[in-house]
């Protein structure tokens, strides 16, 4: 994953490049520095589109949305003992592919991977402070 000091590492190496007029090395450096940020504008699309569905599960499973939870969740059995926090939802089995990509079917294991304190949030903002906080720590964001 690339942090924004390597982008500006990057930067600041095609920049002496570009003063020193080495025509290889400013073209190894100009695809380089291309590559490191287009991956760094395709994470951060990521996380965006991904954190705002959690947000929006979020809102739909605390009743914040107008929206019956059963009508695209259910809540998973979590007196069988299984580990993680008290809203775990159950993901079915589907045969298609198109099913898969459904919001209410791939949101699950992203949704189930969450840790207790960051889904018992009492409000929406502290759900994305902590959900930022849970990625910051597990290195998934920087």
């Not at 969740?73 to 069988?80: H, I, M, P, Q, R």
């Not at 198109?98 to 294991?109: A, K, Y």
């Amino acid at each position: 994953m690339l942090s924004a000091t390597e982008l500006r590492t990057a930067n600041l190496q095609l920049d002496s490049c570009l003063k020193s007029h080495s025509l290889k090395s400013v073209l190894d450096f100009q695809f380089l520095y291309q590559f490191f940020l287009i991956q760094f504008i395709l994470i951060l699309i990521f996380f965006l589109f991904d954190s705002g569905d959690l947000i929006e599960t979020f809102k739909i499973l605390t009743g914040r949305e107008h929206v019956n939870y059963s009508k695209f969740f259910e809540l998973a059995d979590v007196t069988s003992g299984q580990r993680g926090h008290s809203l775990k939802l159950f993901k079915p089995r589907c045969r298609t592919t198109v099913r898969q990509n459904f919001f209410s079917l791939w949101i699950v294991n992203e949704w189930n991977k969450l840790p207790q304190d960051v889904v018992e949030a009492p409000s929406i903002n502290t759900f994305k402070n902590r959900l930022d906080r849970h990625w910051y720590d597990t290195g998934i964001q920087s």
